[in-house]
């Protein structure tokens, strides 16, 4: 298979209500008079992904932030990667680090979900990232290789699936890794994949996140290995969101 496009994906967490579906409609003209070099993703709320999914967005995919281990059952509240399929969701986030620490979810449980996300033909986005702690006891690559290992399924593929690395001590904080530092630790995610999936190990695109924004994407962006970006505050305003999409008409 060739190599799937760099994909830049918003994350809007527990944000929007009905009157934010202007901003994605929004978007979806602006990426209609640009031709991006990227494909696209919004994780809205899953109260807002069937109203988005009925405007038939040319230009956006819509995803969601999270799904079940199981395909169905007794799990009151609960959404299944089947039932995100059937309304329209081509991806699902999963293991972002404030289900990690939020909802102890780990890496098992993780795998678990990926699987059914991958199984019902969603791509599944996984996330890493160290703790604060880990960075500054240097175990960062330590910890990214065991979760790369244990959190992905076996059957990965470029198509069902893509990593997010994101640092938690990252997210929402203002501060980014240096580039060095990234392109060390999407490196090894890099040589991990490919050790466990061979060609297609070669192909799955490595997202970076944690505090992207217009002002640091070029720089992040074009660092070897980082296949895209996973935004959260940044991705909840059109214009912000489409700022950091446009740093891939700077490349070749
Ligand atoms: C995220 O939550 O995945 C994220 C990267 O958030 P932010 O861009 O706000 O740091």
Redesign the pocket.
Known sequence: MIKPKPLVAG?W?MNGLRASLNEIIKLNDFLGRSAPKCDVLICPPVTLISSIVQLNLEHVFIGSQDCHTNTNGAHTGDISAEMLRDIGCSHI?IG???RRVGHGEDNEIVNKKATQAQTVGTTAII?VGETIHEYEAKKTLEVIVSQINSSIPSHATAENTII?Y?PIW?????KVPTVGSVKEVHAVIRKVLVERFGNDGDKINILY?????ASNAHTLMSVVNVNG???????LKADDFFNIISVYDQFD
């Open positions: 994350n967490k986030i972002h680090s404030e996330c997010a994101e990252a997210i929402g904080s203002g996140g944690g505090s992207v924004n970006a996973l935004v959260g505050g940044a991705s």
